[in-house]
């Protein structure tokens, strides 16, 4: 009887979504484990063959920090960003462009996914300028003004070629590297990549994959995720000390886009098996979404589910004639807390 009720709920999604154009971002810790990479690749695949049009954006913040060490470069991050001199900008272009978008495109093509790798610079993607220094706060919440590097900030985008390999069937896959008028090579937030390309793609959902489940009222307690909120506040979040690392960049971005036309920003665990799919085709969804104000508020469980309903809703996605060519993640019979 929960399977199919479980099935009655992905159906009227999938038709919802088909025809849809939706960024998802891939963070960089997900990509470096080859097995969730898998699992992740199968469901994006799942996504396309039901007619949803994809847009892929990755990070790759824990291989840069592992290839700088390697190197004998120390990272430095200030507020959740990445400080970028000279030598960790060519580490940035040896993982963003190279090995992590190479593992993301040969991962999709197991799961039978037309993929294409580029970065923001592809084609004049993403138009960016150095940040000058900012106000941030350091790992104690206190503020202070930081000179970020050779850091760009977005000033406009040509999603045309985006647009032009989603309507031929391609999966686009950006690094997050982007060029200024006079050609140099900056980079950029992953986060702030795909926010950007969401609003000027016109997609209906931005999705924001990481290794933690959501948005934590209190980030040591994995059980505190805050299932939903509306932009307003979100964004009053981003004045709470609580929001803190990675977690506010992300935040940012998902504010940013729903308040330029996005009509739902989401959080949630790309290391849960099927997350994604619970996310998008269950009306619980297992993470945290942030809506515009004008849309009708979803009542949604505060907790993450797999093992039985995961494969339940892949049950009601194949049997709308989807050959998948799933890799069945490890544990994934098990229930997630």
């Given at each position: 009887m929960k399977d199919i009720v479980l099935l009655k709920q992905a159906l009227p999604y999938m038709r919802e979504h088909k025809g849809c154009t939706f960024v998802i971002k891939l963070g960089g810790e997900l990509a470096a484990r080859p097995e969730t990479l898998a699992s992740l690749a199968a469901d994006l695949s799942l996504l396309v063959h039901v007619g949803i049009r994809v847009t892929l954006v990755?990070?790759?913040g824990p291989q840069a920090t592992e290839m700088s060490r390697r190197l004998g470069l120390e990272p430095r991050l200030v507020d959740g960003r990445r400080v970028t001199d000279e030598a960790t900008l060519?580490?940035?272009?040896?993982?963003f462009a190279g090995s992590i978008n190479v593992d993301i495109l040969s991962a999709l093509r197991a799961q039978g996914v037309r993929a294409v790798g580029l970065?923001?610079?592809?084609?004049?993607i993403l138009h960016v300028r150095r940040r000058d220094p900012v106000a941030a706060r350091d790992e104690g919440g206190q503020p202070i003004t930081v000179d970020y590097g050779l850091v760009g900030d977005v000033?406009?985008?040509d999603a045309s070629l985006l647009s032009l390999l989603m309507g031929e069937g391609y999966v686009p896959v950006v690094s997050s590297l982007g060029g200024d008028a006079d050609g140099n090579i900056l980079n950029v937030n992953a986060d702030t990549v795909a926010s950007v390309l969401a609003t000027e793609l016109g997609a209906s959902k931005l999705l924001l994959l990481t290794g933690a489940p959501g948005l934590l009222s209190d980030p040591s307690d994995p059980a505190s995720?805050?299932?939903?909120?509306?932009?307003s506040e979100a964004r009053a979040k981003l004045d709470d000390p609580s929001v803190q690392g990675g977690m506010r960049p992300k935040l940012a971005a998902l504010v940013s886009a729903v308040e330029g036309g996005v009509e739902r920003g989401h959080i949630l665990s790309g290391s849960e098996p099927s997350a994604l799919l619970l996310e998008l085709f269950t009306r619980e969804g297992c993470g945290t979404l942030v809506r515009a104000e004008h849309a009708d508020a979803v009542a949604r469980s505060p907790r993450a589910r797999a093992g039985e309903s995961a494969r339940a809703v892949l049950r009601a996605v194949e049997s709308q004639g989807v050959e998948s060519q799933r890799v069945e993640p490890p544990h994934a019979a098990e229930g997630a807390s």
């Open positions: 990755h990070g790759g060519d580490v940035a272009k040896m993982v970065s923001g610079v592809d084609g004049d000033e406009g985008v995720l805050v299932p939903a909120l509306s932009v």
